[in-house]
């Protein structure tokens, strides 16, 4: 049988157990070859096979079909009918098609309803029936190989579904979303043949919705009926209901029922694919309720929008009659008015100018947006009211260094424009060009195009950046330029180019490179054409522009003249011409003043003559005040410095933005010149006492014999007394002094004084602190906070030079270490190995070597570690060079060996120390020799005592001469011994030769050879070297 049945498998064991005898295939035996050949293949294969033999087509499987059965297994022997009877008017007549055609069948995802767990399911199968014949050669059964391709169609389609479901994004309403989940449903009801979308909380007595969207899990629910099959031939009895997860992130907006086909049971895989249908499904309704909303919040911004610019447009008129009132006094005020308070009153006109300026746009823009503009439409001759208006910015232009070119030659034909407009249009372009143009030339051309003048206005500037040009034109957006001339502005002067462009029936661009300059164009068409229109003078209309320009220009060098020692010295930084001047005349009755019109100037004049108090405007280009603020608070020699913020941004978050910055006050504008007068001088008593204390710790920490700091509560050191510069050779403020630290006690320094500074706890610390000249010194420090919690305020620390103390307990720990290797050690060998080991371990040495001298002057190393040394012969301690010494090992007057070191840089220090190492090494040296002669007087004694008994027990001269072999080989440490007999006079004889040394057996006396040479004189021959042998007996 197990030919037929090979294999341990659980089918090969049922085939080779089941009786055969009861079956109309007959025993094993008998079966025709090629079905016992197609019996072991479908055995022995891990893929799903199945063999139909017979009339009947009786079912024989393998073990990868098991699962493909399922409950139906096992169907051994059983006719093919009975074991798939549901799908047998499928697959029968295919089979009985290959017994009769001798032909193969295939079969690519077939879908076969098939019951074999309980149910009606869906399954897709991909699988050939090929003929098997019987020894006569006719087809006597089928062979079978099969693929369960179900979850892999399945799969497919489910991804199908969900990519249909995705496209249905972007509905106006959540009954709109609905609706097209709706629509997706009824096109994918084999995966999901019913949904219900329910977006309130209320519960329903078939779907647990209010718990659902209560704990926010979905929940499965079985024997559900009534529900449509969705195409399959039962209807579902299961579903689960789906919290629809919310954007807002707090609970459910509602919640999904879900049904589950039939077909197919609801495993982890199904549930995972009905979850995703969830999330798309809430997606798509919070889409569309985020549409909803955002419609919703666009009337109301268009309703806010509307009420604004009524605001607006009454709050213009409102400001009208008390400008009319303020600049028409003036006026007659300056008629009269004295020098000195004439300057004052045009200080006060130029802003009320300005004022009005500002007024004016906003009440343009107001007229514009609520379509109450009333355009005067008149040919004019454009080219020369361009020219008027160019040219009444050249004189500003000249003063700030700039070339105007204005290029508007006749253009051959009246323009019909709103005169007054078009003033407008031109004065805020080459306003716009004199703020961001800081050296170069600004461009001014006027030409005809087709029907359309077009107006450029060129600047060689500091350009746009490319990310603000979508929103150049926005009102009340404004460019952050940090260079420019002024950080002034509304923010409404292009977008007022571009309404009032408009409506002439034009437009205007911009194109710009960062750093390089900006080029506008306004295009507006002819219009009608009548008789050209005089101009007449816009000096009205271009006066608040050019005087505003003006006032942007800086003074030519800071105002007011150096620091004296008067009551109070101020620095005041403000690109406001007209605020400095204020400001300089309201202190300069009590303080010392200076102006600057930038941030960047006033840092450097801090930074060369330092004031009592520093007064900035918060928006000033290029360095504004908060920069100002953090740059003064990160240097620790203006860390302390009192500031005074003003800023035209009310409110506690503008206040307090200024104040984390380091700011010590913040004032708003405007402000009552009685409550500024105070804070200065509060401000200014204030740091004087502040700096007065500061000089009185400084002079005392000078004179301190120690290295005295201090550090602010966020670390950064604020003081270094004379002491610390002088050791380190650094000021050590701020962060410098971490480079002085040695690298190998950094972090464990750092670890130590930040934990302090987060607790605002005292520390003590050893560490190794870099001096002026390079060298490392132990210091020990110790520090003291500054008040306590949230008084916290840094640390105060001396530190004192112990690096002698250190020195010290380091040589006499590397004494004692030396001490005690020599001591555990007792021959020369062992004890000289662990001194040098200890030499290198400790650092004095990054290679050793010690040397002896034989009598005939030749140096031989004892010991060497490390690095290679080259050996130097002294008779006392010697520096040899700045990375090399030599030590003398002595004894009893005697210089017993030599020891070299090599190493880093070596001062008379070191020399020293290893003096005091060579003076314990010599008499341990000393001492270990001594032990290792009488040690090997005793060996020798032992051996000669040995060798008498011996001697006196040989017989014969050739036992003589063996125990002479043997015990001089003893002796001499397994040397080859050789001992002959002298025969005659010129003839010895040997008893005993070393080895294989053919030729010794007889020498003759009369030959040159030391052995000859020995005899003849009746003495001992010793020769050191063999050089010395083969110089002597070369053919020896």
Known sequence: MSEV?????????????????????????????????????CLTSRFPMILWWGSELRFLYNDAYLPLLGSKHPALDKPGAEVWPE???IIGPMLEGVLTTREATWSDDLLLPMNRHGYWEETYWTYSYSPLLDDTGAVAGVFTAVTDTTDRVVGAR???????????????????ACRRIADWADR?????????????????????????????????????????????????????????????????????????SAGRALDEDYQAFLRLVADQIAALVNGALAYQAQLVRAEELAALDRSKTVFFSNISHEFRTPLTLITGPLRELREQAPPEVDEQLSMIERNAMRLGKLVNALLDFSR?????????YEPVDLAVLTTELASVFRAAMEKAGLALEVDCPPLGRPVSVDRDMWEKVVLNLLSNAFKFTLDGSVTVTLRPDGDHAVLCVRDTGVGIPEREMPRLFERFHRIEQPRARSTEGSGIGLALVRELAQLHGGDVTAESVDGEGTCFTVRIPFGEGRAITATTNSTAVSTPYVEEALRWLPPDVPSGGPFDRGPGHVLVADDNADMRDY?????????????VGDGAKALDLIRSEPPDLVISDVMMPGLDGISLVRELRSDPRTARLPVLLLSARAGQEAASEGLRAGADDYLVKPFAAGELLARVSTHVRLGRVRRQGEERFRTMADVAPALIWASDRTGRRVLANRGWSEFTGLEGLGDEWREALHPDDRDAYLATFEQATRDGEPFDTEYRLRRADGAYHWVLEHAVPIGHGAEFGGHVASCVDVNERYQESERQRLLAQVGTALDTATGVRQRLDRLIGVLIDSQLADGCAVTRVTDAGVPVTMAHAGVAVTPVAVEEPTLISPTQMALPLRARGDVLAVLTMNGAEYCERDLALATQIA????????????????????????LLQQATADFSAATSPQRVAETVATH????????????????????????????????????DLREHSPIADAVGGLMPLWLDRVDDWYDEYPDF
């Not at 919705?209 to 299961?238: F, N």
């Not at 400001?583 to 102006?595: D, K, P, Q």
């Not at 040690?935 to 004694?941: D, K």
């Open 87 to 89: 799908i047998w008017h």
């Open 5 to 41: 049945f090979p294999g341990a498998s659980e089918m090969a064991a049922r085939m080779r157990a089941f009786d055969w005898s009861t079956s109309a295939l007959g025993s094993p035996e008998g079966w025709p070859e090629g079905m016992r050949a197609a019996v072991r293949i």
């Open 188 to 260: 994918h009801g084999q995966d999901v043949p019913y949904v219900w979308v329910h977006l309130d909380g209320a519960d329903d007595d078939r779907w647990p919705l209010a718990d659902v969207m209560r704990d926010g899990e979905p929940v499965v629910v079985a024997a559900v009926s009534g529900l449509p099959s969705g195409g399959w031939a039962t209807p579902p009895t299961e579903a689960m209901v789906l919290p629809l997860r919310s954007d807002a992130g707090d609970r459910p907006l509602g919640a999904v029922v879900l049904a589950a």
């Open 583 to 595: 400001l300089a005349r309201l202190l300069g009755e009590r303080h010392t003043v200076r102006t």
């Open 368 to 376: 514009i947006e609520a379509g109450r503009v009333q355009a005067h």
């Open 919 to 942: 003076d314990r090494a010599g008499i341990a040296l000393d001492n270990a020799l001594l032990l290792a002669e009488e040690q090997a007087t005793a060996r020798r004694l032992t």
């Open 158 to 176: 489910r991804m199908a579904a969900l990519q249909d479901l995705g496209a249905q994004a972007g509905a106006p309403s959540a009954d709109e």
């Open 968 to 1003: 001089g080989r003893r002796l001499f440490l397994d040397h080859e011994f050789a001992v002959f007999e002298q025969r005659d006079p010129h003839r010895l004889e040997a008893l005993v030769v070393p080895g294989q040394q053919h030729g010794l057996d007889r020498l």
